[in-house]
């Protein structure tokens, strides 16, 4: 199952977004096993994304072949577990994150490629700069010299207003075109999940992070845990 819903989702994102930019699919793997990411793997993903850190340790030798990229909560004294081990981090959210990063990455002679993440929908909720901040943030995280911003990332809100949320799309690929003019590191926006992925793709996303879609519903071992 889980290669066959690879190859449909690479079908279906092999022609790139709405503004002719290649899709770079993110298998997000919170909960799945060694074994079902390898299966993903070898049916064609070439980049995995941990939500726990813990997660991301105990795999980190067990899964073979793609790039690892960090794409939940990072709290700053996890940091010391990423450093040298992934490509991107997505969830910059904070400038304590950033402050923290920055002095990490220097002692390792490490640079940290991250995007900056954007509560687009301004939820409680959720981490993250507002729009607002974004330009401020981004100009911040520009300053140190351990840290390369790569681009956005944003996660909707869970609402069935389409309208609203296909604004909320079409502004942060207007904030990512903004700062893309002026840097050319900018390449990635990271939006779309398993239940809104093709609205995002359809409004200028080139990253998408999918679980459900690729794997099925999640099993968890233990007590639910919010996704």
């Given at each position: 199952m889980?290669?066959?819903n690879?190859?449909?989702?690479?079908?279906e994102?092999?022609?790139?977004?709405?503004?002719?930019e290649?899709?770079?699919?993110?298998?997000?793997?919170?909960?799945?096993?060694?074994?079902?990411?390898?299966?993903?793997?070898?049916?064609?993903?070439?980049?995995?994304?941990?939500?726990?850190?813990?997660?991301?340790?105990?795999?980190?030798?067990?899964?073979?072949?793609?790039?690892?990229?960090?794409?939940g909560?990072?709290?700053?004294?996890?940091?010391?577990?990423?450093?040298?081990?992934?490509?991107?981090?997505?969830?910059?959210?904070?400038?304590?994150?950033?402050?923290?990063?920055?002095?990490?990455?220097?002692?390792?002679?490490w640079?940290?490629?991250?995007?900056?993440?954007?509560?687009?929908?301004?939820?409680l909720?959720?981490?993250?700069?507002?729009?607002?901040?974004?330009?401020?943030?981004?100009e911040?995280?520009?300053?140190?010299?351990?840290?390369?911003?790569?681009?956005?990332?944003?996660?909707?809100?869970?609402?069935?207003?389409f309208?609203?949320?296909?604004?909320?799309?079409?502004?942060?690929?207007?904030f990512?075109?903004?700062?893309?003019?002026?840097?050319?590191?900018?390449?990635?926006?990271?939006?779309?999940?398993?239940?809104?992925?093709?609205?995002?793709?359809?409004?200028?996303?080139?990253?998408?992070?999918?679980?459900?879609?690729?794997?099925?519903?999640?099993?968890?071992?233990?007590?639910?845990?919010?996704?």
């Open positions: 889980i290669a066959e690879v190859q449909k989702i690479l079908g994102i092999a022609g790139g977004n709405s503004c002719g290649k899709i770079t699919l993110v298998a997000a793997t919170k909960t799945r096993t060694p074994e079902e990411i390898n299966e993903a793997i070898s049916a064609g993903i070439t980049d995995i994304g941990e939500n726990k850190v813990q997660e991301f340790r105990d795999k980190y030798d067990l899964v073979h072949g793609a790039n690892r990229h960090f794409i909560h990072l709290q700053t004294n996890k940091i010391k577990y990423l450093i040298g081990k992934t490509c991107l981090i997505h969830s910059l959210d904070r400038m304590e994150l950033a402050e923290e990063l920055q002095k990490r990455a220097e002692r390792a002679s640079t940290a490629n991250c995007l900056l993440e954007i509560n687009i929908g301004s939820e909720s959720k981490s993250g700069f507002s729009l607002e901040e974004g330009m401020h943030a981004y911040q995280m520009r300053a140190f010299p351990n840290i390369c911003v790569r681009g956005l990332m944003a996660m909707l809100p869970n609402s069935q207003d309208q609203q949320l296909r604004a909320l799309c079409l502004s942060m690929r207007q990512y075109d903004t700062i893309r003019v002026q840097d050319r590191n900018i390449e990635h926006l990271s939006m779309g999940m398993s239940g809104d992925w093709r609205l995002c793709v359809e409004c200028g996303s080139n990253m998408i992070r999918l679980g459900t879609s690729l794997f099925g519903p999640r099993a968890y071992p233990q007590s639910p845990v919010n996704d």
